[in-house]
């Protein structure tokens, strides 16, 4: 692997260039190239690293170096790798930009986080300018092909995260600063390191079983978006480590999804779980496994369609579980056989993870339901995971009680040692005085038939102080026969009070650019729709049933 020895993602990189220097490291498919304006095909280790290189020495003939901070809304172009490799080579970071945020988000994060510099595409320039003016922020605004000018403010906002206040270097050097989506408040500043990057490549290489990688030319496909982990640091990292090429989408298109695929030549792909669902939804094919993939890689596949995708298409799906917080340091994986296809089953921890499953009243449970708590084995049982949440120690403090990171996440664990998600611990809807995980009662709408999406929140009761409350995106007739036929199928699958006990029918659910319910906007709309005519009060259909 190119990861021995090295201190730094550039390192890393360097170190393939050297060993497979004309390699294909990025690919542009023509739908990509169209959408963006940028050129086609592919660039090798040899040409990336000349570019990087051209890159970091104009950056530090300017000033910039250790300490600052570059802000990035390139959205999912190849340019965004060059800087991110020419800012890891001089000791600077990378701030990611989702560039679905608009003027109130963008001066929150230029005022948090403080950059020397700010590169975006040419659209969002103005867009970015007026939110690091209102933040106080006097960061140039450039687009990635222009001359780079001296930083702003301060310039180097010292990046220093040891106890001591030292600049900290090699692999505990800040590498990104990387935005949690906020779906519940504003977003979390994760300060990611190199040893963040370096362990999510040595992971990924190493795994096996069906997610194992190969050091032959392994080419990977990934709709996901650069701003996220995922893509930044598992997708690229895991190239990197392998010599292997990535093809990143500009987004998933659902029509056209297969023929990239095969364009690319992709032996692996990364997915989230509204992909397979719309994927299944189009009428089989004579060449539905006329591709070169070995396995999908991700999280969230609907359970219902689970096994028929992988019999249709022709390779396994592998769920997974990780943070932006957790990094590589903790990752549950169901990539070993023999599998749990169907069940919403994470894996099993790793033999380098110690985990605990903490009930709602701080005690160990040995099979939960209990709050995820994790560790790396060993005497650094933070390796791999974030340094700390930006200008919040109290916050990582808390993340860190008593030396466990606590995920937020409700799992529970048999007897064999699979895990299985819950829900998120905010979500946790309090009826009568039972919890019922919003998510479970998701997942198991998602599984009727006339199903679509499903949003599940709860909502005030004058008795019992929550009910559930579904939001459903659904095929048929929206009304009340529907609603309660949804409602009558959950009774016979759910213990009765986690049924829904309103239902509205709605054109689509709130969610993240990464495809992720937002909760607080869910939670908004549920509430704005209790007393909404269309709405079916189902509460009457939920009773105990006789012993």
């Given amino acids: 692997m190119s990861l021995a020895g090295a201190q730094s993602i550039w390192d890393a990189f360097a170190a393939t260039a050297r060993r497979f220097p004309d390699r294909p490291l990025f690919n542009v498919l023509e739908e990509t190239a169209r959408i963006y304006g940028i050129a086609p095909g592919e660039l090798s280790y040899r040409e990336v690293h000349g570019l990087a290189t051209e890159l970091a020495a104009a950056l530090q003939q300017r000033g910039y170096g250790p300490g600052c901070r570059v802000m990035l809304l390139v959205e999912n172009r190849p340019v965004f790798f060059t800087?991110?490799?020419?800012?890891?080579?001089?000791?600077?970071?990378?701030?990611?930009v989702n560039p679905d945020l608009r003027h109130a988000e963008l001066t929150y994060m230029a005022g948090h986080s403080e950059p020397s510099l700010i590169v975006s595409v040419a659209a969002r320039c103005v867009d970015l300018e007026a939110a690091a003016r209102e933040a106080g922020i006097d960061a140039p605004v450039i687009k990635p092909e222009d001359d780079i000018p001296a930083p702003g403010g301060a310039g180097a906002v010292a990046l220093r995260h040891s106890a001591e206040g030292d600049l900290l270097a090699g692999e505990e050097m800040e590498a990104a600063l990387l935005y949690t989506s906020g779906t519940t408040g504003n977003p979390k500043g994760c300060v990611l390191t190199n040893t963040y990057f370096l362990e999510a490549g040595r992971w990924y290489a190493t795994a096996g079983g069906l997610c194992a990688l190969n050091e032959d030319g392994e080419r990977m496909i990934t709709p996901l978006p650069i701003f996220h982990m995922n893509a930044m640091a598992y997708s690229f990292m895991a190239m990197v480590t392998v010599g292997g090429c990535l093809t990143a989408l500009d987004r998933f298109h659902p029509s056209s999804w297969w023929s990239s695929v095969r364009a690319s030549r992709a032996t692996c792909l990364h997915y989230l779980g509204v992909m397979p669902s719309m994927l299944m939804g189009a009428d089989p094919r004579p060449d539905d496994r006329d591709h070169t993939v070995r396995f999908g890689f991700g999280a969230g596949v609907d359970p219902k369609l689970h096994a028929h995708?992988?019999?249709?298409?022709?390779?396994?799906?592998?769920?997974?579980?990780?943070?932006?917080e957790t990094g590589a340091g903790a990752v549950i994986c169901a990539n070993d056989t023999p599998r749990r296809v169907g069940?919403?089953?994470l894996g099993k921890p790793g033999p380098e993870l110690e985990v605990r499953l903490v009930d709602g009243n701080g005690n160990d449970s040995e099979t939960g339901p209990g709050e995820l708590l994790v560790r790396r084995k060993g005497t650094e049982p933070r390796r791999g995971f974030f340094a700390s949440y930006f200008k919040n120690q109290e916050a990582t403090a808390e993340a860190w009680s008593e030396g466990w990171f606590h995920t937020g996440d409700i799992v529970r664990r048999e007897a064999d040692g699979s895990m299985f998600f819950v829900d998120r611990?905010?979500?946790v809807i309090r009826r009568s005085g039972e919890n019922i995980a919003a998510v479970e009662v998701e997942s198991t709408l998602m599984r009727h038939?006339?199903?679509?999406?499903a949003g599940v929140a709860a909502v005030a009761d004058p008795v019992r102080g929550d009910e559930v409350f579904a939001c459903l995106k659904v095929d048929g007739t929206p009304g009340d026969e529907l609603a309660r036929e949804i409602v009558g199928w959950c009774l016979t699958q759910l213990a009765y009070y986690k049924a829904p006990g309103y239902i509205a029918f709605v054109e689509g659910l709130p969610l993240t650019s990464t495809q992720k319910i937002q909760r607080r906007e869910l939670k908004a709309l549920a509430h704005s729709l209790v007393d909404d005519g269309a709405t079916v009060d189902t509460r009457s259909m939920k009773k105990r049933a006789a012993a």
């Fill in 449 to 453: 038939p006339a199903v679509n999406a």
């Fill in 343 to 345: 069940e919403s089953c």
């Fill in 425 to 427: 611990k905010k979500n």
């Fill in 83 to 96: 800087w991110l490799l020419a800012l890891n080579r001089i000791g600077a970071s990378v701030v990611p």
């Fill in 309 to 324: 995708f992988e019999t249709r298409f022709g390779f396994p799906l592998v769920e997974a579980w990780a943070m932006t």
